[in-house]
């Protein structure tokens, strides 16, 4: 059964610093990898898509990287911003169904 | 293109009645997926509908249904609701590969008491 870990569970950090979200997971046979971002209360927007033979994928401020062989992905937010205050959440999809992490609840201070 | 749309947003809904979801995908994608979401679980997948066929299912009672139309709309339905069904339902829907990026609705918000 496919687990995912998102590391840690909660960063608070002030604007204009750089910062990295960890996501793990435990079976490599994965078709892609989904990074999310949720607000209070709302659904799910895509911010990223890494597929399993890709090694990493950049929207503006965002960088995501996958590392499939060691099971890894990490979401890189350049510049950070108190609008990127929310919920992000890793997704691999390894089947018919999104296995989600728990997310990272991010807090940017200004 | 508009979104994922869902409907309703917001219900409240008393134990043992019914209750009945609706989505709404991207034009032209035909895959649906219901996902429920809490605090405790997290995002847990429920099904997923592709050209008005159930294409996968997820592990949770037979009181959890859904179907899909032949526009690609979906409807899922809870039946003899429990307090424990209390969540964020979300669908998410995609072109249909499995290796297609998902894109999800605002969710409806099912409160039973």
């Known amino acids: 059964k496919q687990e995912v870990t998102q590391i840690p569970a909660a960063l608070s950090v002030p604007e204009g610093e750089n910062l990295v979200l960890n996501c793990s997971f435990t079976?490599?046979?994965?078709?892609?990898l989904q990074w999310f971002r949720q607000d209070p209360g709302k659904g799910l927007t895509s911010l990223l898509l890494?597929?399993?033979?890709?090694r990493e994928q950049t929207s503006g401020r965002l960088n995501a990287s996958l590392d499939k062989s060691s099971g890894r992905s990490t979401l890189y937010i350049a510049a950070s911003q108190p609008g990127d205050s929310a919920t992000y959440l890793c997704?691999?999809?390894?089947?018919?169904?999104?296995?989600f992490g728990k997310g990272t609840s991010l807090l940017v201070t200004p | 293109k508009a979104g994922v749309t869902q409907t309703p947003r917001y219900l409240i809904k008393t134990r043992g009645q019914q209750v009945t979801l609706s989505c709404s995908p991207i034009?032209?994608?035909?895959?649906v997926s219901w996902y429920q979401q809490t605090p405790g679980q997290g995002l847990q997948f429920l099904f997923e509908?592709?050209?008005?066929?159930?294409?996968n299912k997820g592990n949770f009672p037979g009181r959890f249904s859904g179907r899909q139309f032949s526009n690609s709309r979906s409807e899922m339905n809870v039946s003899t609701l429990e307090l424990g069904d209390s969540a964020l339902y979300l669908c998410?829907?995609?072109?249909?590969?499995?290796?297609?990026?998902?894109?999800f609705g605002p969710g409806t918000r099912l409160t039973v008491t």
């Open positions: 034009s032209g994608h035909r895959s």
């Open positions: 998410a829907s995609s072109p249909g590969r499995y290796d297609d990026e998902q894109y």
């Open positions: 890494i597929q399993s033979s890709q």
């Open positions: 079976d490599s046979a994965i078709y892609n």
């Open positions: 509908y592709f050209s008005e066929t159930q294409r």
């Open positions: 997704a691999v999809k390894a089947g018919y169904a999104l296995n």
